[in-house]
């Protein structure tokens, strides 16, 4: 009977053990849901600011081309 008894114990710490780990694993998903999510509003926000970036260096650039415009024909005078 004292085999049972031990059976009976340990088979009792690992349905615990069991227990634990599904909540773990639960809590777990949980938390990377909300990393996965952040990542893509952090991804989203990067693309946006990638876009205002690229308008920003195209009207930088078309302002410089103004004023070489504006300057070239001072030089010749």
Known sequence: MEKFGELEQTIR???D???VLIKRNSE???LYEGVHKELEVTKQKL???SNE???VRQKVNS???MLRDIRMPHEGG
Do not use: A, C, G, Y
């Open 13 to 15: 710490s690992l349905v």
């Open 17 to 19: 053990e069991h227990f």
């Open 28 to 30: 777990l998903e949980k």
């Open 47 to 49: 693309s946006v600011m």
């Open 53 to 55: 970036k690229e308008t």
């Open 63 to 65: 302002l410089l081309e």
